[in-house]
């Protein structure tokens, strides 16, 4: 079992940045696949990027492809989402997700294990 925590998130007017962290405890982080996904209020969580379990493949939502950058340092235990060229509908709680294994799945249900979130709001 792993538990994460999600830290980084705050307020940030359209155009800056921001870097998410996300902190998972336990010695087999890097057996666990990473993914970050996001819900605003009213809509669904759904999914904004993921990282193998080696950082060799990643994956990205259509939204914020060329904007946001997933990483991970296995020898922290860390996954990290940098964001760029922040918009206002980037606003949203941003949530760290894992699964064992290797593939970069996109979908909530693959995912099984949560942090409690970070509030990431954007401003016009």
């Known amino acids: 079992q792993v538990q994460l925590v999600e830290s980084g998130g705050g307020l940030v007017q359209a155009g800056g940045s921001l870097r998410l962290s996300c902190t998972a405890s336990g010695r087999t982080f890097s057996s666990y696949a990473m993914a970050w996904f996001r819900q605003a209020p009213g809509k669904e969580r759904g999914f904004v990027a993921a990282?193998?379990?080696?950082?060799?493949?990643?994956s990205y939502a259509d939204s914020v492809k060329g904007r946001f950058t997933i990483s991970r340092d296995n020898a922290k235990n860390t996954v990290y989402l940098q964001m760029n060229s922040l918009k206002p509908e980037d606003t949203a709680v941003y949530y760290c997700?894992?699964?064992?294994?290797?593939?970069?799945?996109?979908?909530?249900?693959?995912?099984?294990?949560w942090g409690p979130g970070t509030q990431v709001t954007v401003s016009s």
């Open positions: 990282i193998s379990r080696m950082g060799l493949s990643t």
């Open positions: 997700a894992a699964r064992s294994g290797s593939y970069t799945y996109t979908s909530v249900s693959n995912y099984d294990y």
